[in-house]
């Protein structure tokens, strides 16, 4: 039966208890994590969100009565123990704060009981992910989660503070608004008081943090949730938070000083890392070129060779098409592999058509100098010997080649690099490489819809340089735009944006919007600038992205109190699920047939 805790005060968190205290009574509450009966004595491991601390009970100092309700504790039981803190009677636990001292209890009361979870709460739980989420508030009681949720918090709390410190503002910004369906797809509200119309959740604060720097907020920052509709993969959630932030009157390097020092000093503070800066910079053409990715992973070496040059001559048709096509034949040298098994290189080669290839070419170097290849029969020696010093190649290495446009040849070598990294233990340990990816394009041809798409948002400014650009060669233009990169991810990314109207209307033009599109979609804004719109430039992280390196989380799920799976769906509460009927009558909303017919069948 639950006992209440009327009288009782909690003094210490478990893990607050130390050898420090011994002598004095403390009043400790937690969950029981195990209890053993030794015959006369009963160990008891009292859990709370510190850590774990050890309760003894005997008899002759608490009593028969609390003694017996002491052998009727389970796992998970919560408890409130009055006790003295002692040293430890039996020998000292090196792996718990608290592994030098014990409490033995005075009194016991039970708070409340607990059934036998469907999981033992412990740290790196071998249980299957869909029912640990299935019982995230249990799930969640792990000790390795809870540190992830606290790190979390940490950062949180951090960031407010370094942002207020630099004059920054918290504001809130709405979450239901109008729908701008561009980029990924709007998750839509209906509105009963308009029945026929609906809100949208925001993908990302943009437009009102852009208002706000308008109405002289000047320094904006929100924890702001995000909204997007996107197909399925794997590490995303429909819902994630953003640090998100804009600045009046700046330039992309006061937004990158402030955010490198903001990185700088949560790295420290939570991981004890030293990031040293200015962070290294790359442009986004330097990046890809060498790394054939924007979010290059510089832990570890192997970049892309360009060998265009020196296979332009040969009769190999592979590469003689892509050259002519306009494309281009890159390498990757992976040293020391040239007796990589045949089988080895044709998943390398299905991995490399994974993404996009039409397939890969290869050549080893054998330590006496011949060679083996897939193409070696269409080249002249001494071709093959230019091919190997323009990779930089040497006895002993395997080179792979990728010939296509520039886009595929960077997205294949781009993957097969990590992927052989990975393969090979290439990536070091305990390694921070951070780096900002500048000049990015400002827009990206959409083979799918046939028109130019803003490559960040259309509120992007153009780098000064290529203004006259945008007319006659817009895929050429490059964007005062940068993002943030940690080790291979993607941490945060922002741009200047845009406050000319001329600059603003010809970005609506190129990206095929007409005025009146322009002006249904993003009016309001359009129209603030009209009244005095200052200079301004902002940046978002990905919060939960930026927690999951931290503590070194495999996923993003390990890092949010409540997230969703891969569906989108929450196995907890088990949303989203269809309403009751009036509700949607209220909404003038029908589903149809089939949605309906669908929903029948996941119940
Ligand atoms: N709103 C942008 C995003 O969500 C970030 C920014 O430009 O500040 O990616």
């Known amino acids: 039966m639950a006992e209440s805790m009327v009288g009782l005060k909690r003094s210490h968190r478990c893990t607050e208890v130390s050898e420090a205290n011994i002598g004095q009574e403390v009043t400790v509450m937690g969950w029981v994590q195990k209890s053993r009966n030794k015959g006369g004595i009963i160990f008891v491991d009292l859990r709370d969100r510190s850590g774990i601390l050890q309760l003894i009970f005997e008899e002759s100092d608490c009593g028969a009565e609390y003694f017996a309700k ?10 409130a123990v009055v006790g003295q803190v002692e040293k430890r009677s039996g020998g000292a636990n090196p792996n718990l704060k608290t592994g030098t001292i014990e409490v ?11 059934e036998t979870p469907p999981f033992p709460i412990e740290e790196n739980s071998k249980t299957k992910e869909e029912l640990r989420l299935k019982h995230r508030y249990l799930d969640l009681r792990r000790p390795d989660i809870q540190r992830n949720i606290m790190t979390r918090s940490q950062v949180a709390i951090l960031t407010r503070q370094f942002l207020a410190e630099e004059g920054f503002l918290e504001i809130e910004t709405p979450t239901l608004i109008k729908s701008t369906p561009e980029g990924a797809r709007d998750y839509l509200v209906p509105s009963r008081v308009h029945p026929g119309s609906f809100y949208a959740l925001p993908q990302s604060p943009q437009i009102y943090k852009q208002l706000l ?9 929100q924890l702001a949730r995000c909204y997007r509709d996107e197909d399925l993969r794997a590490d995303r959630q429909p819902e994630f938070t953003q640090i998100d932030m804009e600045l009046s009157f700046v330039d992309a390097e006061d937004v990158m000083d402030v955010n490198e020092r903001l990185i700088q000093k949560l790295f420290k503070e939570i991981c004890g890392v030293d990031v040293a800066l200015p962070l290294p910079r790359l442009t986004w053409k330097e990046a890809m070129d060498r790394f054939g990715s924007d979010k290059p992973d510089m832990r570890f070496g192997m970049e892309l060779q360009d060998v265009s040059e020196a296979v332009k001559d040969c009769e190999f048709v592979v590469f003689k098409s892509a050259l002519e096509n306009g494309g281009s034949v890159r390498g990757l040298c992976v040293e020391g592999q040239a007796g990589m098994p045949r089988k080895k290189i044709d998943a390398l080669v299905d991995f490399a058509k994974g993404y996009g290839a039409k397939g890969l070419a290869y050549l080893a170097v054998h330590e006496d100098g011949s060679y083996k290849s897939s193409f070696a029969k269409f080249m002249t020696e001494e071709q093959l010997t230019r091919l190997v010093a323009a990779m930089g190649g040497k006895a002993g290495d395997l080179l792979l080649f990728a010939a296509d446009k520039n886009s595929v040849v960077y997205n294949v070598l781009g993957a097969l690099r990590l992927e052989i990294a990975k393969q090979l233990d290439m990536i070091p340990k305990n390694a921070w490489k951070f780096l900002w990816v500048t000049e990015f394009p400002l827009l990206e041809y959409s083979e799918e819809e046939g028109r130019y798409v803003a490559m960040h948002h259309p509120f992007t400014m153009p780098m000064d340089e290529d203004l006259d650009l945008i007319d006659t060669n817009p895929g050429a233009v490059r964007a005062k735009a940068y993002d943030i990169v940690l080790n291979g991810t993607e941490l945060g990314g922002g741009s200047v944006r845009i406050h000319q109207a001329d600059i603003q209307s010809k970005m609506f033009e190129v990206l095929g919007f007409t005025q009146e599109r322009a002006q249904d979609q993003f009016g309001f804004l359009l129209d603030a600038f009209k009244y005095g719109v200052p200079p301004h430039a902002g940046l978002a992280y990905g919060l939960d992205r930026v927690v999951m390196w931290m503590v070194g989380a495999d996923s993003i799920r390990d890092v949010i109190a409540f997230p969703k799976v891969k569906d989108a769906s929450c196995l907890m509460s088990e949303a989203p699920t269809p309403v009751d009927p009036k509700q949607l009558e209220e909404l003038g909303i029908e589903v149809s047939e089939a949605a309906e017919a669908k929903a029948g069948d996941k119940e």
């Open 70 to 79: 002491a052998e009727k504790l389970r796992s998970e039981f919560v408890i």
């Open 213 to 221: 720097m308008c109405s002289g907020y000047d320094r904006y920052f």
């Open 104 to 114: 033995r209890a005075k009194s016991l009361r039970i708070l409340a009981e607990s």
